[in-house]
């Protein structure tokens, strides 16, 4: 079967730097996506790898291994408004998108 | 402002009931798609459609059904409601790029008791 595997929860401290893992075992791979969803609030799109290695957008970095099936979103100089859940998503060879569970980060002051 | 529209936000439905979720998009994507977000679980696609005319069955399709009459819109039926359709669903679009990312609605909690 199809798995995307990420921590439930993680707990990080204002101004510091966090990494979220996700290792996934799917059908093919055609992408792998990060989304950033508030409590209460659709998911936001954050990043989009297709090839190995690090993409960096501003705070926000997203890194790919194809060949070990993980990736990790890296969140630097974190804000208290970065208290949300983070879903990585891979789609397959059938263009479908796979979703983890998602990742609960909790920044404390 | 261009994006997503659903409704209604909110829902509280009795078993056995019809329910439509309306979706609406302005951005002219071909593709959308509905998925349900339960606690613990990943989200999880329900139906989706490629282009106007045309729908097809995601990992949980039965109790729902789709209609795409045309590109903007994307209703979601509940024929018969039961309590496991208790859940936050979401409607989605995406565009033609590469990346293809996706653009959701707001989201409607609907509760079936």
């Known amino acids: 079967g199809q798995n995307i595997d990420q921590p439930t929860e993680m707990t990080a401290t204002e101004g510091a730097i966090v990494q979220i893992n996700c290792t996934y075992q799917?059908?093919?791979?055609?992408?792998l996506f990060w989304y950033q969803q508030h409590a209460g609030e659709a998911p936001t799109f954050l990043s989009y790898n297709v090839l190995d290695g690090l993409e960096e957008k501003g705070r926000f970095s997203s890194f790919l291994s194809r060949s070990k099936g993980y990736s990790y979103l890296l969140l630097k100089e974190l804000q208290m408004k970065d208290s949300a859940s983070y879903l990585c998503a891979v789609r397959d060879s059938n263009y479908q998108l796979i979703w983890g569970a998602g990742t609960k980060l909790i920044i404390k002051p | 402002i261009a994006g997503i529209t659903q409704a209604p936000t909110s829902q509280i439905l009795a078993a056995g009931r019809r329910m439509t979720l309306r979706c609406t998009q302005d951005?002219?994507?071909?593709?959308m798609y509905w998925y349900r977000q339960d606690l613990g679980l990943g989200l999880r696609l329900i139906h989706y459609?490629?282009?106007?005319?045309?729908?097809g069955k995601g990992e949980v399709p039965d109790g729902y059904s789709v209609s795409r009459a045309n590109t903007d819109d994307f209703p979601l039926t509940l024929a018969s409601a039961v309590p496991s359709q208790t859940s936050v669903y979401f409607c989605?679009?995406?565009?033609?790029?590469?990346?293809?990312?996706?653009?959701f609605g707001e989201g409607s909690r609907l509760t079936v008791l």
């Open positions: 799917t059908s093919g791979f055609n992408g």
């Open positions: 951005m002219r994507h071909n593709a």
């Open positions: 459609s490629n282009t106007a005319g045309t729908t």
């Open positions: 989605a679009s995406s565009d033609d790029t590469n990346t293809g990312e996706l653009f």
